[in-house]
């Protein structure tokens, strides 16, 4: 039986606000030691597989408009949460994930923005892959073989996934000034 597009307590709402509750978990399970833990690559896994099966569950039983707005913003904690623990733990640069972060945050302002007046704006498929190459690039830095052997895997991953969020960006800005004309 479809939901309410009002509904805010759903199957895939209670599945990404569970993603945002773990998501502290796996900050604290990165170790500071620039060594990778096989512990947190799990946790990361099935933080991102979570959100392949939310989207699940709200094609199933119907897409919210909570779900809209949580399963984006709990993508972006994650994230960028685990981007900045990187940084802080000398695994990342801070200027990829800067830009990153600009991105993310100037297009879900503009997401409420848009909003307000009405206007849906779901995430491009650009914007999936996007997603998919920063959380490639995190599990490629949790994973110890990587981040201690194979370092280019997670620095290449990290580049890729600055490029897609700029071509990303670029395609949101193209849609917003055609929406103004």
């Not at 039986?1 to 709402?13: G, H």
């Not at 099935?46 to 984006?72: E, Q």
């Not at 991105?103 to 909003?115: D, K, P, T």
């Not at 949790?142 to 395609?171: E, G």
Request: glycine share 6%; charged share 15%; hydrophobic share 55%.
């Amino acid at each position: 039986m479809p939901v309410n597009e009002d509904a805010v307590v759903t199957w895939a709402n209670m599945v990404t606000v569970g993603r945002v509750l773990a998501s502290p978990i796996l900050f604290a399970m990165i170790p500071s030691d620039s060594r990778g833990s096989w512990a947190a690559l799990v946790v990361w896994i099935v933080l991102c597989v979570s959100d392949g099966f939310d989207g699940y569950l709200a094609r199933k039983h119907g897409i919210t408009r909570s779900g809209a707005f949580l399963d984006p913003l709990a993508d972006k904690i994650l994230v960028l949460g685990a981007m900045f623990t990187l940084v802080s733990r000398g695994v990342f640069w801070m200027l990829p994930v800067i830009i990153i972060a600009a991105r993310e945050i100037a297009i879900s302002l503009y997401r409420v923005f848009v909003g307000s007046k009405g206007v849906s704006m779901p995430a491009s498929k650009l914007a999936k892959v996007k997603t998919f190459s920063q959380q490639w690039a995190v599990g490629f830095a949790l994973a110890p073989i990587t981040v201690v052997d194979h370092t280019w895997t997670f620095v290449v991953c990290m580049w890729i996934a600055v490029a897609l969020t700029l071509l990303s960006a670029a395609q949101y800005a193209l849609q917003a000034v055609k929406r103004s004309s």
